[in-house]
């Protein structure tokens, strides 16, 4: 009877393994690669530890790079045991920079709080030129803001964690 009971037990496991690819686990994140890939250690045995799994962006055109030893989800694309992915990362767990998908192809740059900026020249004309007319009316009553225009210097990575 026990060799009847195996023998169906085996035949089950063979016809559900597939179905192994449709689930989501959990893994530990050993590296993060330079290109933002992930190298995972899954916590179900039944998988071997994953090298250079993607990262799927929760916000589109931005990558997020988790702190190494954090937490995430993986699952495989359509079932494909040779397509794994990230699809999240758990617990508190800080995203440390978001960089655009494509930095080299990106024309704008991030600023932050501490970035120098000037104002542009077209809003630096009309600034004078209300400046001067509200003076002329009341003398020395405005004087023009300085602490407002485009990006002077910046950067197409921002941290944004510890």
Known sequence: MSSIYANLQRVVTALLSP???YAVYTAQIVTVNADSTLDI??????FAGMQNVPLYPGTVGCIG?????????F???DGDPGSPYVLGILGN???LYLNPANPASSTLAAAR???PVEVAPTMGTWIGGVTT?????????L????DFGIIKEGSGTVKIGN
């Not at 790079?65 to 989800?73: E, F, H, N, R, S």
């Not at 007319?133 to 009553?141: Q, S």
């Open 65 to 73: 790079v988790p702190p190494t030893g954090a937490m995430c989800l």
């Open 133 to 141: 007319y509200i003076n002329t009316l009341v003398p020395g009553t």
């Open 75 to 77: 699952s495989f694309s």
């Open 41 to 46: 250690s899954p916590q179900n045995p039944r």
């Open 19 to 21: 179905t192994d690819y």
């Open 93 to 95: 767990a800080t995203m």
């Open 113 to 115: 709080v501490t970035d």
């Open 143 to 146: 004087t023009p803001p300085t």
